[in-house]
Each structure stands twice: as structure tokens, then as C-alpha cells.
């Protein structure tokens, strides 16, 4: 049962790549929570973490799931910039997470189940190997995920408090949290 001890962890990757699919984000500025942090990550940059996986019953790959959207940014204002661009970059960043994160388009924030849809197809694109059999990006994304072609979000709901923000304790950075709930699980279809 090898595949018990990662739905945080496939629930993380299938954000990420919703994110590159969507056009909102990058391999080079989107991580996940167990990729070795480094000194020289772009900044702004996002990282997906769960921070607690809550199984429906002991031992199943099925379960509730905290999401941390996090947004990191530089916190210093770097001399001869403008002041002010900064907080508007952060806002388009952030903005970016939120266009994502809006699948539904309506008012009715309660309805996620676009989004959730949207989550279940994205991690199981990471498992799709390519047609093109010279596409070596292709068929390493597939073999490093190859455990996502059952991952299935079931429902995705905001969470409270929906944003929190401060800095980055082992940095200087600025840090901006968006916070999502989701069911995840293992199913054949």
C-alpha cells in the first residue's frame, strides 16, 4: 500500500501543475512542500503544502486534506525602484492564484466543484505520457508520477481564515497564505 502515504502529497502536485496548466505559474516558480528548499528560488515564487492529512478510515488512501497556498515574495525594497510596484506585483501574483482558484467564474463561491474537477484532471495529467516519444520532459514528469493516474479530488472548499499574511520566519521575505480544505482519493475512474 505504497500509495497510502502520499495523497498530501499528490494533492500538492495536482495544484501545482493546475497552476502550469492554467498559465498562472511556472516549474521554475511553483514547488511543493518536500522539494529541497534552495537559497536561489525565484522569487515571487508559490509553494503548495499540506500541513495535515486526515484519513476517513485508518489506513486508506482517502481523506481530508489542509492546503497551504503560499506566496513568497521579497520583502526589501531594492534601491532606484519604485516603492510602490512591489505591493502590485504581490497583488498580480496572488491574483494569479485566485484566477485559478476560480474555475466555477460565478458569484456563488460555495459551488467548488469546477475546481475540484479541475484539480482531479491536472494531477492526472502529470501521469499521461506524451505521443511524442522524443519528449524526455514528457516521460520524466510521467515516471516521477506515475502513482497520480487514480488521484481524485472530491470536493474543495475555502478554508478560515481564507488569507494569511507576515513574513517568512526563516527569511526576510513576505509571505502570503492562501488556505483550501479538499477531500482527496484514490479511485479507478
Known sequence: ?????????????AMRALMILQGNGSWLDTYISNQALDKDR???NR????????????YRPEGVCQLEIQHHFDATVQPE?????PRVDMDAFVG???????????SDATDL?????????AGRWLAIPDPDPTNKVSAAIVAANADMVNFRCDWVKFSTPLITRG???????????????????????
Open 167 to 189: 513574513n517568512d520566519t526563516a527569511t526576510t521575505n513576505w509571505v502570503e497564505i492562501v488556505t483550501l480544505t479538499a477531500f482527496v482519493s484514490h479511485a479507478a475512474n
Open 81 to 85: 525602484t519604485n516603492p510602490v510596484q
Open 1 to 13: 500500500m505504497a500509495f497510502f502515504v502520499s495523497p498530501a502529497t499528490k494533492l500538492e502536485r
Open 96 to 106: 494569479d492564484t485566485f484566477d485559478t482558484l476560480n474555475m466555477g467564474g460565478g
Open 47 to 58: 509553494t503548495f503544502v499540506v500541513r495535515n492529512f486526515s484519513p476517513t478510515k485508518p
Open 42 to 44: 525565484i522569487l515571487p
Open 113 to 121: 466543484q469546477a475546481l475540484a474537477t479541475a484539480i482531479t484532471q
